[in-house]
């Protein structure tokens, strides 16, 4: 950035400019947009607030979803959403891989398990939505089982929205080359390394399968009254904001209650 005007200069002059510019490698454009991304991440936040009252006063069951590509940042992006909000109605779910009872099980059983009670969020950090991508691609389920899945995934949510429920889809999108720079990151950030599963290992080998069988999810499971949203997350700032701002759009909350 050549020429800083004095807005920049102003907001470089403050808490959040100062952190950015200590931030390595040293570049004053990224600084501002931080600056910006903090501010504008600060009053989505305050209307996050105000929707998880508006939801605790009126006894509202609310799930978003979060699917997308292997470090997408899917868990950032929850992480920014319900790190204001009260923890008490709200969970984090992000479910291992089912034990030997659990397969046994309707396949969405677990999940339904997890569901909000009244006045609460759920948050699912991938979803029912395992079936529909990553268990296929790496022969973690039957093509039986892949085509009952399909065949219910439809029905079982019209149920969960005509039992009142709120269902929001959110699939964080990004490119292969990024999904690679992420992975190198990971790999060389010895605080990180534990994110990276056999799981993510294969996923730029299997990239095409991934794409094959997203396709055939989107063009199944985006329906009229349980669309999709594809947030395009190769720059996980903007991403983050997008996201929130579809959920607040998503959901139609008293926008007046006092929080």
């Known amino acids: 950035m050549e020429n800083l005007t004095q807005k920049d200069v102003n907001k470089l002059n403050s808490v959040r400019g100062l952190k950015a510019l200590l931030s390595k490698p040293f570049n004053l454009e990224k600084a501002v947009r931080y600056v910006d991304y903090e501010r504008k991440l600060k009053k989505l936040q305050v209307e996050l607030i105000r929707l998880q009252a508006w939801a605790i006063k009126e006894n509202e069951r609310i799930i978003v979803i979060f699917e997308g590509r292997d470090a997408a940042g899917k868990g950032g992006a929850i992480r920014r959403i319900t790190e204001r909000i009260n923890p008490r109605h709200m969970r984090i779910v992000a479910l291992p891989k089912p034990n030997e009872d659990q397969k046994t099980q309707w396949y969405f059983q677990r999940y339904v398990e997890q569901f909000p009670k009244a006045g609460e969020i759920v948050f699912f950090d991938r979803s029912w939505y395992n079936r529909a991508v990553v268990e296929p691609v ?103 904001v997008n996201v929130i701002n579809y959920i607040l759009k998503s959901i139609p909350y008293d926008k007046s209650i006092e929080v």
């Open 138 to 240: 790496n022969g973690f389920c039957t093509k039986e089982e892949y085509d009952i899945f399909m065949n219910q995934v439809n029905d079982f949510e019209r149920m969960i929205l005509e039992s009142g429920i709120r269902l929001v889809k959110i699939y964080m999108s990004i490119t292969k080359k990024e999904q690679a720079k992420r992975f190198s990151d990971i790999k060389d950030n010895p605080l990180k390394q534990w994110k990276m599963t056999p799981v993510d290992e294969r996923a730029q080998e299997l990239w095409d399968d991934y794409t094959e069988y997203k396709k055939a999810m989107f063009s199944k499971t985006n329906t009229v009254i349980s669309p999709w949203k594809v947030i395009r997350a190769n720059r996980k700032t903007i991403a983050r």
